[in-house]
């Protein structure tokens, strides 16, 4: 998750970095936003991250449910009379 997150604020901050000297701002003002966006960017990237995981968790306990559902249990016996 710590990559995900770094991975995010350091392309948040690259793209707002270089839109910023495409506009002729000063390098103060390119630096605080893209400082900024950095950590906005870091947070949208470990909450989608986070939703992402969760998800794959979901499906992967679905399925391990439905495997046991409709697999017959080989322990439990019919009675015999």
Do not use: C
């Not at 390098?27 to 998800?55: D, K, M, N, P, Q």
């Amino acid at each position: 998750m710590k990559k995900l997150m770094i991975l995010g604020a350091l392309l948040g901050f690259l793209v707002s970095t270089a839109s910023g000297r495409a506009q002729g701002s000063e390098w103060a003002t390119v630096f605080w936003r893209g400082s900024v966006v950095a950590l906005g960017t870091g947070l949208l990237f470990r909450w989608w991250g986070r939703l992402w995981l969760l998800g794959i968790q979901k499906v992967a306990s679905d399925r391990i449910a439905a495997n046991t559902a409709a697999a017959p249990d080989p322990f439990v016996f019919p009675l015999k009379k």
